[in-house]
């Protein structure tokens, strides 16, 4: 932690200047002072009082980090993080001005530019992690399940275990005339995508949706529905639903009070997977572009000191506190600390599970958006077929890796991080077959990549 004099060199003269304003409405410009123990770069602050969101996941990490080791200060950015009670909540205070930016899911802006749901402008500069999430069932369905997972030499199940296992339970439930029930936590987030994605790489169909219908529950052999990540591990217990996809700790939650078995990880369905982006609207961007380049310093710095070895442990501690996550130290390091326990006892090693720097992890890759684009369309949110170059104009407009590279440069003028941490891109990563089913996704070949799967919408191509 920073001590009390880093902190009071540069807050006092910045207090008296805000006192000074008095009562005027009129925006003042701050200069951050960079201390003496700080390499930072002076900007002209425009907004230097902050307010950003967040769900109470492990991923929010950065933001705590950012705020905690002082990332922020060293900015001159007067940062307040507050927990929301659900996605929507965050998408609506964001686009009201109410919070300044939020950790959210990273199709929530792009859903939001690209006519799902509530349409806004908004940005994204900054990703903030990689893979993170499970699905996790209740102990009965996974006793079910259990018999038709391929076993190794001593008994224990072969990961990934893929949704092949949970088809016979599924017709065991229809038969008894039961819908098969599973919890996701918002229409367009990557747990949405990534179930889906799981059961229909099995030929188990999630359900579409329509212009008419947004239950996406249409011709479903699985009925997904929303549950706030908090209170998934409830709502199983409750019987509510038989199984859930959602980010830490609320699958290792399940491990630890007994009442569910995670199965697999998204890193198994799509290897170092987008998860959560950082988001503020085009209009705050527009009116306080270097507060938007300081955030996005503050957050870079925050990435990487999570992935440098021997932080872990105290990232656990940090977001274990009631302000952030507020989960038990054992059930936060239970993956945040490069393990992952699937059936109780089962603790394999996953250090790849959290990743918040490493492989490019805090650079917005249109690629990465892109994904995002095709499963709406795939699964109906976009409920018309788009030509290819929507695909690219539309991800360019909400994706921003010009702030980020603005910021990047910053940090490594000051020494933060080497000059080999920006990437030579042109957003767009190489095609990839790191999936569960092995198809591959060309983010250049948007509608090939959407008309690749059996169960989906096709599309033509449309000039």
Known sequence: MKSLLKRTSWILPLAVLLFACGGEKKKETVVAEATPASTTKTLEIEKPQL????????????????????????????????????????????????????????????????????QAELVTPFSMDLNGNGITVSNDVWSKMKPNVPKDADGKPIHPIKADALKPVITEYKNSGKAFKMGMVFPVSTHNYEIRYWLAAAGIHPGMYTADNVQGQI????????????????????????????????????????????????????????????????????ENPNTAIAVTKALIRAGKWLDEPGNRAEAVKILSMSQYVGADEAVL????TGTFEFEKGDKREMPDFNVFYKYNATYPF???????????????????????????????????????????????????????????????????????????????????YINSFEIGNKDKAVQ
Request: charged share 20%; with cysteine.
């Open 51 to 118: 307010t950003f969101g967040f769900i109470k996941l492990t991923d929010m990490a950065p933001l705590a980090i950012a705020k905690e080791k002082g990332f922020f200060e060293d900015e001159g950015l007067f940062v307040s993080v507050e927990a929301q009670s659900n996605w929507k909540n965050v998408l609506d205070r964001v686009i009201d001005g109410q919070l300044d930016g939020s950790h959210m899911l990273a199709g929530q802006p792009i859903a939001a530019g690209a006519g799902f749901g509530r």
């Open 333 to 336: 390091a239970n993956s945040m």
């Open 219 to 286: 011709d479903a052999e699985v009925l997904l529905s929303v549950t706030p990540p908090p209170q998934m591990p409830a709502t199983l217990e409750a019987g509510t639903i038989y199984g859930y996809c959602v980010g830490e700790p609320w699958n290792q939650q399940a491990v630890f009070k007994g009442i569910g078995v995670p199965v697999t990880t998204n890193y198994d369905i799509w290897k170092n997977n987008p998860e959560k982006v950082f988001v503020m609207t085009k209009k705050f961007v527009d």
């Open 366 to 448: 249109y690629s990465d958006g892109i994904w995002f684009l095709t499963q709406m369309r795939r699964w109906g949110q976009i409920p018309e077929a788009k030509p290819a170059d929507w695909y690219a104009s539309t991800i360019k407009d909400i994706y921003r890796p010009d702030i980020w590279t603005k910021a990047a440069k910053l940090l490594v003028e000051e020494g933060n991080i080497p000059a080999s941490d920006i990437p030579t891109t042109d957003g767009y990563k190489p095609a990839t077959g790191d999936f569960i089913d092995g198809t591959t996704y060309d983010a250049k070949d948007p509608i090939g």
